[in-house]
């Protein structure tokens, strides 16, 4: 099982609706998770982080964990073609000090 | 407030040889990351230096080493170049204390390694 695991896609979703991208986690004892926004040939760009459980909003963001279930998700409203690129979810694992382990990241393409 | 500088930007190597990658990190960020991306595996860690030491490691041969100077600036070194070592190895920074919470970590630009 993979540490942090993420739906490859790709996810289509028009212009306008709301996306969303989940994130499962194998580390029970992970405290804290980011959301970052890779665009093709660009490094990543970091959206989000949070530690608390509940939803987390920023903008058109909003960031969900549920620790007893181990998942994270990004949700995007209001989807604009500028949101498509891949999402990559993290989190620093038990033990892990300031490592940040990845998910292989979810393709998002906002169709007009 | 400047980002995080990596240096260079591309770089093509042979195999066998060495090679020396920079980075610069954010102001008054002391933690500093290094990750390898492929397209088959993702982002893959390899090291993270705070204060000069080295905090954590990943799963890399000794092939990959680093440092990090007393002005935060880090660098990593790959020796003896394999044609897998093709990749863009991205530096991050974050503030981050000794036991504070990490508030994520910015990336510089990346330096894209091809080896021939």
């Known amino acids: 099982q993979k540490e942090v695991e993420q739906n490859s896609g790709p996810l289509s979703v028009p212009e306008g609706a709301i996306a969303s991208l989940n994130c499962t986690y194998s580390?029970?004892?992970?405290?804290?998770f980011f959301w970052y926004r890779q665009y093709s040939g660009k490094s990543p760009e970091l959206i989000m982080f949070?530690?608390?459980?509940g939803d987390k909003e920023d903008g058109r963001f909003t960031a969900q964990l549920n620790k007893a279930s181990q998942y994270v998700s990004l949700l995007i409203r209001d989807s604009q073609p500028s949101d498509s690129a891949t999402y990559l979810c993290?989190?620093?694992?038990?033990?892990?000090?300031?490592?940040?382990?990845f998910g292989t990241g979810t393709q998002l393409k906002v169709e007009l | 407030k400047a980002g995080v500088t990596q240096t260079p930007r591309y770089l093509i190597k042979t195999r066998g040889q060495q090679v020396t990658l920079s980075c610069s990190p954010i102001?008054?960020?002391?933690?500093v990351s290094w990750y390898q991306q492929t397209p088959g595996q993702g982002l893959q860690f390899l090291f993270e230096?705070?204060?000069?030491?080295?905090?954590n490691k990943g799963n890399f041969p000794g092939r990959f080493s680093g440092r990090q100077f007393s002005n935060s600036r880090s660098e990593m070194n790959v020796s003896t170049l394999e044609l897998g070592d093709s990749a863009l190895y991205l530096c991050?920074?974050?503030?981050?204390?000794?036991?504070?919470?990490?508030?994520?970590?910015?990336f510089g630009s990346g330096t894209r390694l091809t080896v021939v």
């Open positions: 580390d029970r004892g992970s405290q804290s």
């Open positions: 230096y705070f204060s000069e030491t080295q905090r």
């Open positions: 102001s008054g960020h002391r933690s």
């Open positions: 949070i530690y608390s459980n």
């Open positions: 991050a920074s974050s503030y981050s204390g000794t036991g504070g919470w990490n508030y994520g970590y910015t």
């Open positions: 993290a989190a620093i694992l038990t033990g892990g000090g300031n490592k940040l382990t």
